[in-house]
């Protein structure tokens, strides 16, 4: 009886781990060989893309990324702990949040805001700076996923002045 309990609980560990391993690839786009974060990014308006032609207004993309922050950094310290590695490149769902809550600095959704928005993300999470790159120092999950979220916002805001002005 003791050795069937104990193979239900390695089951159910390993499927939670398999859930981690899932959401924090982001559904496999950060096992791309060249790039992940790149990725990453790609995936994330590839999922955006249909909601703002659905109607969804960039404030949503606060919401989407709020949703989805504790499980992704939940996701990343488990993926972090078992691969050995402080920031696994393959953990890339903290850049789909980060390209998220850029797309919420939209005045307005069309293509160039799209693109725009996904440039200055890359931008940003690519040059860290400060306090980007501190908030990497933050250890676990949160630290793989903060860096990413205040690269988003850098974006949004760079993303909404761009609205602003009418340059997109």
Known sequence: ?????????????????????????????????KGPGTAGSLAAILIATPLIYLGMSPAWFIVLTLVFLYPGIRASGIVAIESGR??????????????????????????????LGFVLFRFFDIL???????????PGGAGIVLDDIMAGVY??????????????
Not at 16 to 33: K, R, S
Not at 128 to 138: A, D, G, I, L, N
Request: glycine share 6%; proline share 6%.
């Open 155 to 168: 974006g949004a805001l760079v993303l909404s002045a761009a609205g602003w002005f009418n340059l997109y």
């Open 86 to 115: 402080k920031d696994p490149q393959i953990v890339v769902v903290d850049e789909v949040l980060g390209q998220w809550l850029t797309l919420a600095g939209a005045a307005h959704f069309n293509w160039k805001s799209i693109t």
């Open 128 to 138: 860290k700076p400060p306090p980007v790159r501190q908030t990497e120092r933050v």
């Open 1 to 33: 009886m003791a050795n069937r309990r104990s193979l239900l609980v390695e089951d159910a560990t390993a499927s939670h781990t398999q859930w981690a391993w899932l959401f924090a690839t982001f559904f496999g786009a950060g096992y791309c060989p």
